[in-house]
T-cell receptor, first 110, second 115 residues
């Protein structure tokens, strides 16, 4: 399969804790993006990191990229119940080729 | 700015029928792509259109087709429906930057159930 792999598949944490999810991919990329999906809805873009960047921050989000290991991680700090959703990484290569990971289901308990 | 609009949101069809799904991208977005999402296969890329031309195509049978109109609105069609076509079909539009980096904005999806 060309899909990226995300780890863990599911994660359950308490409100206020940090959540970390990982993404591994197989091909060379232009950039890597993270998206969130609330149950049965469309995906929402969270953050983009270019292949020549190693770390990016946006609010409570921190993403890292290691192109030598073909992996990325997304850290959500001080999680809230509203962060409960599925999170997907997407690698972008070529003119327009998005490959989505299998997703991590995050549940934040109040 | 209005978001990406997909219609219909829900539909039920029977095997052998065909279905057409519609997607209106964000105004000014010229690239529209379609994805199929199922619990077993995850998000699978169907095709992408830019300025009425199919630029990329995923690994789906010919029963799946699409088109884009001059106003960037897009439709996808699935003929001879099979049970396995039951899925959430997502449309996304994006603004293609000169650097090549772009971001997808998704619609809420069309949930197709094939009986």
């Amino acid at each position: 399969s060309q899909q990226g792999e995300e780890d863990p598949q599911a994660l359950s944490i308490q409100e206020g804790e940090n959540a970390t999810m990982n993404c591994s991919y197989k091909t060379s990329i232009n950039n890597l993006q993270w998206y969130r999906q609330n149950s049965g809805r469309g995906l929402v873009h969270l953050i983009l990191i270019r292949s020549n960047e190693r770390e990016k921050h946006s609010g409570r989000l921190r993403v890292t990229l290691d192109t030598s290991k073909k992996s990325s991680s997304l850290l959500i700090t001080a999680s809230r119940a509203a962060d409960t959703a599925s999170y997907f990484c997407a690698t972008v290569s070529g003119t327009y080729k998005y490959i989505f990971g299998t997703g991590t289901r995050l549940k934040v308990l109040a | 700015k209005a978001g990406v609009t997909q219609t219909p949101r829900y539909l039920i069809k029977t095997r052998g029928q065909q279905v057409t799904l519609s997607c209106s991208p964000i105004s000014g977005h010229r690239s529209v792509s379609w994805y199929q999402q199922t619990p077993g296969q995850g998000l699978q890329f169907l095709f992408e259109y830019f300025s009425e031309t199919q630029r990329n195509k995923g690994n789906f049978p010919g029963r799946f087709s699409g088109r884009q109109f001059s106003n960037s609105r897009s439709e996808m069609n699935v003929s001879t429906l099979e049970l396995g076509d039951s899925a959430l079909y997502l449309c996304a539009s994006s603004w293609v930057q000169s650097s090549g980096a772009n971001v997808l904005t998704f619609g809420a999806g069309s949930r197709l159930t094939v009986l």
